[in-house]
C-alpha cells in the first residue's frame, strides 16, 4: 500500500529558503514567480495487508512524531492505497 | 494563480535520508511502515494574469534550472489555478 505525506509551512510562518530560491529564479530569468514556498512530501509504503483505517493512524502518528514540526507545520496525510 | 512543483527521487537512486526516517519511524514505535522515500514541495504564486500554458511553461523552466536536480530526481509541475 502507498501512501503520501505532505508537510508544509503553516501560513505567516516566514520562509527563508523560499524567500531565496525566488531570489535565485528572479536572477535566472524565469518570468512570473510572485512567491515560492517550500514543503517536504514522503512517499511511504506501508505492509500489502495494512487496510487503510490502520494505514492511516499509522501515518498520522508517523507524521505528529517524526515528520512534521507541528507547532510551525501542517501535513496532509494521502493514502493512495 | 497557485502552483505547486512536486520533485522526487528517481527510482534505484538511494535515499539514506528516507532510510533514517524509516529506522527512526519503527524506534518510535510506529507500525507498518514498510519505506520512507523523502522529496521536495514548492507552493508556487504567479502573477495573477499569467496564462495557464505559460505558468507552465515558466515553471519547467524553474525546475529544470533550480528545483529539481533532473540527473538524480523526477519533477511534476500542478497548475491549480
Redesign the interface.
Known amino acids: 500500500m502507498k501512501a503520501r505525506v505532505?508537510v508544509?509551512l503553516k501560513n505567516g510562518i516566514l520562509d527563508p529558503q523560499?524567500k531565496a530560491?525566488e531570489g535565485?529564479?528572479k536572477s535566472?530569468g524565469?518570468?512570473?514567480?510572485?512567491?515560492?514556498?517550500?514543503?517536504?512530501?514522503?512517499?511511504?509504503?506501508?505492509?500489502a495487508d495494512?487496510d487503510k483505517a490502520?494505514?492511516e493512524a499509522?501515518l498520522k502518528?508517523?507524521a505528529d512524531?517524526?515528520?512534521a514540526n507541528t507547532v510551525i507545520e501542517n501535513y496532509r496525510v494521502e493514502v493512495l492505497g
Do not use: W
Request: a positive charge; charged letters at 20%.
Open positions: 505532505t508544509t523560499g530560491i535565485a529564479l535566472l524565469v518570468a512570473g514567480i510572485a512567491s515560492v514556498r517550500q514543503g517536504k512530501v514522503f512517499d511511504i509504503e506501508l505492509a495494512a490502520k494505514a499509522a502518528d508517523a512524531k517524526l515528520l
